[in-house]
């Protein structure tokens, strides 16, 4: 059962001190979402703060104007612990311990496979962002809309839609991000930060993973993979990985895409996309994930040929 | 001066038979608009056509549902000839001497450089997409909106922004959008068939295009080359490339980004775009080129290292 926005709100208001929890790997949307939150609790006097445990992607970098911290003693003992973007723990490796000594917990998100576990939880699976959430939650609270925080917002909106083109994308997004010019909204400045800012070093990678994709299933599956040897090679990091999926995904005919990507412990983080009708997250809870039915994702500690492998035969099955 | 869309819609009331003229190389904006009218005539028992004389680009041939025509003898005197999406005959080419039989003319344009020379014009350099306009003369018609109506303003407005990223959308484009939403707007069907329907064969050249891409300038400027050797190895076709020197200009820090395209005659053409300050029209006028301040292009019968060579003199001279 999901808290009203009026109850999470009523919660902030009485917080003199907040700390805001994007999830490992933090995208545009957990970042952005926690940036605009943090704005507005710091404009009504609150100790706010994003903490995070992870460098911030370059191309995400200028959303941070002294929000983020690293530093675990600004953040212990807050009066709410508050998920952005995220419904488990687990997401928050490393940081679970201080999200605990928070005296209340709040979680906002839209994940599918998100299961309420906070004093608070806002999860709504229909939202194409957690930046719509957090549009919803600032109207309920009153904030005052500014150029930083519709920045924030369009940044959280246009990255989770895909640039607006993905199906989770719907009026009420375009309705949002309309209120957003009216905040002061830069959309050409987030997108040139956002999508035109690659290193070099990412697009060489990128061109690497679409070489070593592999069609199958009648040319309706596609897969590649980042080793740390393409990484070492190209001089790419692994948080630089984002679009080679959705460039396996763009290829004429397929309907379910795959990358595997291969950590410095061996650890194989796999993200699944599909284009119409295959579901996903169905595909990624055989492997102890989950997610949405057109993104999900898990991780396996088998050797990268065998995910492979496994993944391939499961896919086959589901295509026939 | 300005015709109202109450006027324009009024001759278009009156008529019994409307041509639409989409500009040569057609985009998702002009064909998306003209489609768009020509389904609202035809629903009022308007004979109406889209008149082309080219390809329909792969990507966007789901927007012709029996619209269009290469026929001269169908479309020859119209009560009406409507330009659509551009303001001047030459970008009708092959086409002006039918255009000319029609009993009146329109023209509906949002480009900078259009004069009106119909009986009647409508152009709005401000608006993000032709598509915008033709959604309010719709509007003023009181049209009955529906699905094909939906997805054929959403692939003009969706393209002519760049997925509602550049600097021209702006508050309208996202509440136009969210009207097609009633209509039944099926975004992601719309941006499947666009954008995520590239043949494998272009996206490994595009691969191959980025591995051999110069940085020079101090990062700020980017080349790469297309070969007919290129093509052979990938199997890609010339017309394939036009998201190279895009990819080339994402690169942080790069400026500016030239694509040479090595013909089959030996024939360089040369694409250049800038990102925010750098006039590539000038640029390009030195060697006999033209274009707009961000995307400008010339052709050449020296040889590819020469052009090269030479292209990247004027860069290194500009970037001083």
């Not at 979402?33 to 943090?38: I, N, Q, R, T």
């Not at 004093?119 to 904030?143: C, Q, R, S, W, Y």
């Not at 997108?191 to 800012?197: K, V």
């Amino acid at each position: 059962m999901n808290n009203s926005f009026r109850e999470i709100a009523s919660e902030i208001e009485k917080a003199k001190k907040i700390v805001l929890y994007p999830h490992l790997n933090m995208d545009g949307d957990a970042l952005g979402s926690c940036v605009a939150l943090c704005h507005v609790f710091r404009d009504r006097g609150i100790d706010a703060h994003v903490y995070i445990s992870e460098d911030i992607p370059d191309n995400l970098k200028f959303l941070d104007n002294g929000y983020c911290t690293y530093d675990e003693n600004v953040v212990m003992d807050a009066d709410i612990s508050m998920l952005v973007d995220s419904g488990e723990l687990k997401r928050i490796r490393g940081r679970e311990e201080v999200f605990k000594t928070g005296k209340k917990s709040i979680c906002i998100d839209h994940h599918e496979t998100s299961e309420p576990f906070c004093d608070f939880n806002h999860i709504d699976p229909k939202a194409a962002a957690t930046g719509e959430l957090v549009f919803k939650l600032l109207k309920e609270m009153d904030a005052q809309g500014d150029k930083e925080i519709a920045n924030a917002l369009f940044a959280a909106i246009t990255t989770d839609t895909g640039n607006f083109q993905y199906s989770n994308t719907d009026k009420l997004s375009h309705e949002i991000v309309a209120t957003l010019y009216d905040w002061g909204l830069e959309s050409s400045k987030v997108s040139i930060e956002i999508y035109e800012n690659y290193r070099l070093e990412r697009l060489k990678l990128e061109a690497e993973a679409m070489y070593g994709a592999e069609i199958f299933g009648g040319g309706r599956a596609a897969m590649t993979k980042v080793t740390q040897e393409m990484l070492r090679e190209t001089g790419a990091l692994m948080n630089e990985t984002e679009s080679i999926v959705d460039n396996l995904r763009s290829i004429r005919g397929v309907e379910v895409a795959v990358l595997f990507k291969q950590e410095e412990d061996g650890l194989i983080r796999t993200s699944i996309r599909s284009k119409e009708w295959f579901d996903v997250a169905e595909l990624a809870t055989v492997f102890g994930g989950g997610g949405h039915k057109h993104a999900s994702g898990f991780s396996s500690r088998k050797t990268l040929d065998e995910v492979w492998e496994d993944t391939k035969r499961e896919i086959e099955k589901r295509l026939k």
